[in-house]
């Protein structure tokens, strides 16, 4: 293949017909099929000439910076990295060669044609209430997270995102369609949390891309504002904190005047964490201080089923935070955060007990940390945290040292 920015682009053509291609296409993931082209030796400044886009504009995308809607963008994108008939029609294209069809590729055309009148019947019926037991079945969903864990439910969740996604997918019009882009950015980023917490970072990252450009066409910032800054979380988990806590900052300066203030609480206690892990103690005390003075009165706010922050909460961040400085007020915030518990976010007190037995080893009394571990590492191994775990057990171990065993 040549690499001068003018020469055609010209992948090989097996590549077409692998089945993660054929994914990139059928969901018009633009930024999949740069990423393909500059696998196989395309920069971004051929691509962007190729493609009309422009490098800057093909570097945003890559980025998760920009999505394309516009058909007329697409096409030039197909044109560019010269996709094959058979490429194009899965990404929703006309075929350039329609006089070489054969009567097989005439019947191929008819069966799509009435799969495709199909979904577009079967979307046609759905209507506001069908939404509202989507998302019922989505906080439902959330709740069994919060008591059992991701992995008892992994079934379950791939079956809803695969039904809100062909639903979403085949809607026409723009209001029905609005409020499922926008049930559809909730439940990927809840199957992004729990992919988190299984450690399956690229299928976290992956989920939370889904999540964005469904809250973008949503067009509601709140969502998008919470979705971004969860993602932050496979950053901290990666081990670049310093990009998470950038992350998190640009989206709450981005979002600041256009989300609810419990929001906002949110993205300050995280950046707080992010900057925790990073070392950076200022910065982390600031933003936790913003939070406090953020935080409006109750728990949850009804049209925020996915996020509920309260003062118990607070107290839970601060202590996961200010543990990793030696502060020794983090006992008593964390043990005030333990009391203020429900019973029903098993996974959330699996990591205040760690916390706090973390607490209590800083201070000197590891057998009173000892317990909290036993119980967090229960409720871990309950959840399928694996995410908690990892941690417990690395301070287990460090208990277990200070005792002497």
């Known amino acids: ?21 054929r994914e990139i296409l059928k969901n018009r993931d633009i ?9 196989y030796g395309a920069s971004q400044v051929r691509i962007g000439t190729a493609t009309g886009l422009g490098q800057p504009r093909v ?45 097989d590729d005439d019947d191929e055309h008819e069966q799509q044609a009435r799969k495709l009148a199909e979904l577009l019947d079967t979307a046609a019926t759905i209507d506001p209430t069908t939404v509202m037991i989507l998302r019922t079945d989505t906080n439902n969903l959330r709740l069994l997270d919060r008591r059992i864990g991701g992995v008892a439910i992994a079934d379950k969740m791939r079956a809803q995102i695969s039904q809100i996604q062909r639903a979403h997918r085949h809607a026409v019009r723009p209001g029905m369609r609005a409020e499922l882009a926008h049930l559809l950015a909730e439940t990927a980023s809840l199957a992004g949390w729990q992919a988190i917490n299984s450690l399956a970072l690229n299928d976290a990252w992956r989920h939370y891309e889904h999540a964005k450009a469904a809250a973008y066409e949503a067009d509601d910032p709140a969502v998008l504002a ?8 496979v950053l901290m988990e990666l081990g670049r904190p310093a990009e998470a806590t950038e992350l998190l900052q640009h989206v709450h300066a981005q979002h600041h005047d256009r989300v609810p203030a419990r929001l906002r609480t949110w993205l300050s206690a995280a950046e707080a964490e992010a900057a925790a892990v990073l070392g950076d103690e200022t910065t982390c005390r600031r933003a936790l201080d913003q939070a406090v003075s953020l935080l409006p009165d109750g728990d949850a706010d009804p049209n925020m089923p996915y996020h509920a922050i309260n003062t118990h909460h607070l107290a839970r961040w601060r202590g996961n935070c200010l543990v990793r400085f030696g502060d020794p007020a983090t006992v008593e915030d964390l043990r005030s955060a333990l009391a203020g518990m429900d019973g029903t976010y098993n996974r959330a007190e699996s990591g205040v007990r760690c916390d706090l037995g973390h607490a209590l080893l800083a201070v000197g009394d590891p057998e009173a940390a000892q317990p909290h571990i036993h119980r967090a590492q229960h409720l871990a191994t309950m959840t399928g945290s694996r995410r908690q775990r990892r941690r417990i057990d690395e301070l287990a171990r460090a208990v277990n040292r200070a005792l002497g065993r």
């Open 1 to 21: 293949m040549q690499n001068g920015a003018f020469d055609p682009i010209e992948l090989p053509a097996a590549v077409w017909d692998r089945d993660e291609t």
């Open 31 to 39: 930024a999949g099929l740069f990423s393909l082209a500059h696998k």
């Open 59 to 103: 570097n945003k995308i890559l980025n998760g910076g920009g999505t394309v809607k516009e058909l007329a963008v697409i096409e030039r994108v197909a044109t560019g990295l010269r996709l094959p008939d058979h490429a194009r029609m899965l990404l929703g294209l006309a075929p350039l060669n329609q006089a070489s069809h054969s009567s």
């Open 226 to 233: 919470y979705v971004s800054g969860e993602q932050a979380y």
